[in-house]
Nanobody, 122 residues
Framework: QVQLVESGGGLVQAGGSLRLSCAAP????????MGWFRQEPGNQRDLVAAITSGERTIYRDSVKGRFTISRDNAKNTVYLQMNSLRPEDTAVYYCNADGKMLGRGYYSGRYWGQGIQVTVSS
């Protein structure tokens, strides 16, 4: 069973930046779309951003202009650069692999990272 490996979370003050990384096996990274989700306690897991193998991207409205999703094929890694962080960005962030992007939506795939806590203080 494949599990993605996430890194880069932590505690930051409002206005600061963090970069999350997610390493995936090359067999799935090279072909399929990948995404980042986040989940607050008691809430559903919501899409933050997604990227296709062709580097087409989508973002939830609340992070547009602040977050950037990217991928490095040589390292089999997808990133989420988070700038101008706000307290409402506080959540556990999950990487997802083997998804599909259709229009403005992303259908999550079968593989997930372990989840990384991002905490933004005011």
């Amino acid at each position: 069973q494949v599990q993605l490996v996430e890194s880069g979370g932590g505690l930051v003050q409002a206005g600061g930046s963090l970069r999350l990384s997610c390493a995936a096996p090359g067999s799935i990274f090279s072909i399929n779309a990948m995404g980042w989700f986040r989940q607050e306690p008691g809430n559903q897991r919501d899409l933050v951003a997604a990227i296709t193998s062709g580097e087409r991207t989508i973002y939830r409205d609340s992070v547009k202009g602040r977050f950037t999703i990217s991928r490095d094929n040589a390292k089999n890694t997808v990133y989420l650069q988070m700038n101008s962080l706000r307290p409402e960005d506080t959540a556990v962030y999950y990487c997802n692999a083997d998804g599909k992007m259709l229009g403005r939506g992303y259908y999550s795939g079968r593989y997930w990272g372990q989840g990384i806590q991002v905490t933004v203080s005011s």
